[in-house]
């Protein structure tokens, strides 16, 4: 696979089981990029050890006076310049297609789970953790994969080298051959410290991209409530946190460092010696002791990549870790039953919710996590949350976040992915203390059946055309209005037609003053990236409309109204009805104004359904329904006659 070839078509299926098993299914999947740069690298290490050699034949020659074998001498050292030149140029360009095509490999992977999970993703793993593991992890795997290979040609060089020297002097030479491996092994009583300090590092590191990622993801709202400073704070300590403990590692490869300096300057030291005394007694040429002695000298540079590889490792092995947990979410492994999408009741056997078909169901949730839990589940995400990992200090989870509220559709509504939430926290997936690196297993849940057919037992593109979800807070990919609105759909529903039941009316005209074309048409108007030139409420509303046009079978709508003022949700209450008329669709709110409206309303508390009714109905019948929807305390509900304290829709939503 050479970098014009990138992306691949297909970046394979991953071993999952841990982080080691990860980095080393991405080795054999580049076996043949790590063998050709393995044999540049050869041909590079062997051709610096040829150079000593030549060394010892130029200087035996002027000793000796013999012209013809300097000219030869001096002509093999040319060779060797052109080799080498040559074996370190491909090396480098093999190594860096390995790293690069590897970090590749993984962003596709997560790009593809991205796709797969859509807004569940940033429910099941801290948003700040996805943008860790898909830049700076990234990165440090591409890093190991492409040390390995010359690590692997530097080991062989060491090899040869030790061989060679031993048949050319043996008396100087099993000095050399004895010495490389405590060289190369003096530093591995070190490594283990070395690793858990590096794993650290990583682990705070981890946390502080997350905490940053999160802040600035929820800053909107942070500002609302005056929490910057405390974040600041936050983010302050952490900072110092990922300091202290990147000197305390630093420490720890510095004294490697210096051990891999100190014991080959003795070995040069006592090979000095011992040669000079052997050739004060003739028993070797002078050649042959300048040769042996700057062939020692260039081991150093092959015993390099000993350190290389493993401080590579080290720093690898947490983002291979946090890569693996990410990677091994997904959707219950269930062989497909139907190529085609099922029709009927969709029925939540986890809750016990019933959604009758082609009508309007509301369900209200008195914890907003919960709503987003089920919003998942609907979409055909039946899969609970593995256990949480242990952190460094012995608790804690492996990167949850605190607010359910990611973003992003799960079933075709142009962006496959979301941004996550304003308090996310959680370490960044591993541990230094030994703890296993085996990711778990999570427990899987009753699917949601749709028409009696489990959704994950169906194709996932079958499963997204049946239902579609949309996340309470969506995001606007960058693009003109109409491609916005270009996403898979069933053909029956006008652009025209879902925008004005979005009653995106002044979006439009909005959009038609900004656009730079004389004719003013607002569908070939440039939307920024996540909207950020249309308000809140006129990004929820364009968001709806895109999902009116997609006319899934079966669509979910979280908060679809909480950002825009009560008049406006009245009409787009009104106009989704209208516009779904004899289509499933399921809203999950609270608004008094949008649940008059449904059709049947479901309340849903602490994760099963305990009432089913009309709106009033469940205002004059139960309490904890009416303690939601108007927000009443627990002194006005338990106080005489509170059931009859609400008469009109006007009153409630003035209550609310």
């Known amino acids: 696979m050479q970098i014009r070839d990138l992306p691949y078509s297909d970046p394979g299926d991953p071993d999952i089981r841990s982080g080691p098993r990860f980095l080393l299914w991405l080795g054999r999947n580049q076996l043949r990029g790590q063998l050709k740069s393995m044999a540049w690298g050869l041909l590079h290490q062997c051709s610096l050890a040829g150079l000593p050699l030549a060394a010892g034949l130029a200087v035996q020659a002027v000793v000796d006076r013999s012209g013809n074998r300097l000219a030869w001498a001096g002509g093999l050292i040319v060779v060797l310049g052109v080799l080498i030149a040559l074996g370190d140029t491909m090396l480098h360009r093999t190594a860096i297609t390995n790293w690069i095509t590897a970090a590749a490999r993984v962003q596709q992977l997560l790009a593809r789970k991205t796709a797969e999970l859509g807004s569940a993703l940033t429910r099941r793993v801290a948003a700040g953790e996805v943008v860790a593991v898909s830049t700076g992890d990234v990165e440090k795997i591409g890093w190991f994969v492409e040390a390995l290979s010359r690590f692997a040609s530097a080991a062989a060089a060491l090899v040869l080298i030790c061989t060679g020297l031993l048949l050319y002097l043996p008396s100087l030479g099993l000095l050399v051959a004895l010495s490389v491996p405590l060289l190369a092994l003096a530093v591995l009583p070190l490594l283990p410290r070395a690793t858990r300090r590096a794993d650290l590092q990583r682990e705070k590191a981890g946390r502080a991209t997350e905490l940053a990622s999160d802040t600035v993801a929820g800053l909107r709202v942070l500002r609302g409530i005056g929490g910057e400073e405390l974040f600041l704070g ?284 004389a004719s003013g048409d607002p569908m070939t108007t440039r939307i920024t990236e996540r909207g950020r030139s249309l308000s809140g409420g006129q990004r929820q509303r364009l968001a709806l409309a895109r999902s009116l046009v997609a006319d899934p079978e079966v669509l979910v709508l979280d908060e679809p109204t909480s950002a825009v003022d009560s008049h406006t949700e009245s009409r787009v209450a009104a106009g989704i009805k209208e516009l779904r008329r004899g289509r499933t669709t399921v809203v999950l709110a609270s608004s008094p104004l949008l649940l008059d409206l449904a059709d049947r309303v479901v309340l849903a508390h602490r994760g099963t359904v305990v009432a089913v009714g009309s709106h009033r109905e469940l205002l004059r019948t139960e309490p904890r329904y009416r303690a939601v929807v108007t927000r009443e305390t627990d002194d006005e509900i338990a106080a005489p006659g509170a059931g009859d304290a609400f008469r009109t829709i006007e009153e409630i939503g003035e209550r609310a």
Not at 309 to 335: E, K, N, T, W
Not at 356 to 376: M, N, S
Not at 431 to 447: F, L, M, R
Not at 482 to 498: F, K
Request: glycine share 14%; aromatic share 4%.
């Open 234 to 517: 936050r983010y302050r300590r952490a900072s110092q946190e990922v300091r202290e403990a990147a000197v305390h590692s630093a420490r720890m490869w510095s004294l490697i460092s210096a051990i891999q300096v100190l014991l080959p300057g003795v070995l040069l030291i006592s090979l000095v010696v011992y040669g000079a005394a052997l050739a004060r007694d003739g028993r070797i040429e002078v050649g042959q002791l300048v040769t042996v002695y700057s062939a020692a000298a260039l081991l150093l540079f092959p015993l390099r990549h000993f350190e290389e590889i493993a401080m590579a490792y080290s720093f690898s092995r947490p983002s291979a870790r946090r890569a693996v947990r990410v990677l091994s979410l997904g959707r219950a492994d269930r062989p497909a039953s139907l190529d085609t999408a099922p029709t009927g009741d969709l029925y939540d056997p986890v809750t016990g919710l019933m959604a009758p078909a082609g009508l309007f169901t509301a369900v209200v949730c008195g914890d907003p996590d919960e709503a987003g839990r089920l919003a998942e589940r609907l979409g055909g995400h039946a899969q609970a949350d593995p256990e949480p990992a242990r952190t460094a200090d012995g608790n804690g989870d492996a990167g949850g976040n605190g607010d359910a509220g990611g973003n992003g559709d799960a079933g075709g509504n142009g962006d496959a992915g979301g941004n996550g939430d304003a308090g996310g926290n959680g370490d960044a997936g591993g541990n230094g203390d030994g703890a296993p690196e085996a990711v778990p297993k999570p427990e899987t849940v009753p699917s949601v059946l749709l028409g009696g057919v489990p959704l994950d037992e169906l194709p996932l593109d079958t499963a997204r055309t049946a239902v579609l979800v949309q996340d309470k807070d969506p995001v606007l990919l960058s693009g003109t209005l109409g491609e916005l609105l270009n996403v898979p759909s069933s053909g029956l529903v006008a652009a025209e037609d879902a925008l004005a039941a979005a009653r995106c009316g002044d979006v439009l005209d909005a959009l038609a003053q900004a656009s730079a074309d």
